[in-house]
């Protein structure tokens, strides 16, 4: 059962998307130790959480799948830039 299971996984989605985080927490005190911590440090962070979140639900799910209104292409193209960014797969 347990070969069955291990030969079913695409390893390296697998592996990014576990291995990605793991390495911040890692990586994050590491950085608070040699550089110290300033605010500013967020504010990257909390943009592209809110650019990636807003594309999956607003973009891929909302305007992509459901057609549920119409958007400028250039809107269309930050849907899918930040939609890609986040790691959840393709548009189509």
Do not use: C
Not at 72 to 92: E, I, M, N, R
């Amino acid at each position: 059962m347990i070969r069955n299971f291990i030969n079913k996984v695409d390893w390296v989605p697998t592996l990014f998307l576990t291995l990605t985080p793991l390495a911040f927490f890692i990586l994050l005190p590491v950085l608070i130790h040699y550089e110290g911590w300033h605010w500013t440090y967020l504010i990257p962070v909390i943009s592209l959480w809110a650019a990636t979140s807003f594309s999956i639900t607003g973009g891929y799910h909302r305007f992509l799948s459901h057609r549920s209104y119409d958007a400028a292409g250039w809107v269309k193209f930050l849907y899918l830039l930040f939609g890609a960014a986040s790691f959840q797969g393709s548009a189509l």
